[in-house]
């Protein structure tokens, strides 16, 4: 005798769908919060990036000034300044740079330079150049560079360094 067992067919209401369903979109709103944070922190790296950037350019642009004897001459009185090109109220717009590097950000008015002549026009030395007093006079300059590339994103700097030169009396 063959008799057959009834099967109990359910009908199928879809919970396991909605289930995972709940599953795909918490899934991607994960996936959404980690990219838009993963895009936060890529901005903050190149922010940094061009901050570092703009002051290491306005930096050797103030050490090659300082390295060269001819960009802080020893004449004029207190305020006399001098620049790079496209500078407005200078006595002077001949700084020398040597650095073609350098020539060229100046070229493109990416990066300038201000040379002024501070504080009294001639002072003794301060003790600790160990210079004799009576042999050498100083002249103070301050020296500010700005690298200024806002407009494409790659940020803005501004140093300003103050120097010394020994004059030999005469």
Do not use: W
């Not at 903050?44 to 901050?51: C, F, G, L, T, V």
């Not at 717009?93 to 990416?110: F, T």
């Not at 030395?125 to 790659?154: H, N, Q």
């Amino acid at each position: 005798m063959n008799k057959q067992i009834p099967i109990d067919r359910h009908r199928q209401t879809g919970a396991i769908l909605v289930v995972a369903l709940m599953f795909l979109i918490a899934i991607t709103l994960l996936t959404v919060s980690s990219m838009r944070a993963t895009n936060i922190g890529l901005y903050m790296a190149q922010n940094e990036e061009s901050r570092i950037a703009a002051e290491q350019a306005a930096q050797a642009l103030a050490d090659a000034i300082v390295a060269n004897p001819s960009a802080t001459p020893v004449y004029g009185m207190q305020g006399f300044t001098a620049c790079t090109a496209g500078q407005t109220n200078c006595d002077r717009y001949d700084l020398p740079i040597s650095d073609p590097v350098l020539s060229s950000l100046i070229a493109a008015d990416h990066i300038s330079a201000r040379v002024e002549r501070v504080g009294p026009i001639f002072r003794p030395p301060p003790r600790v150049i160990e210079s004799s007093i009576d042999k050498f006079t100083t002249a103070g300059f301050r020296v500010t560079t700005t690298y200024d590339r806002v407009d494409e994103g790659l940020g803005r700097q501004q140093i300003a360094e103050g120097i010394l030169v020994l004059v030999p009396k005469q």
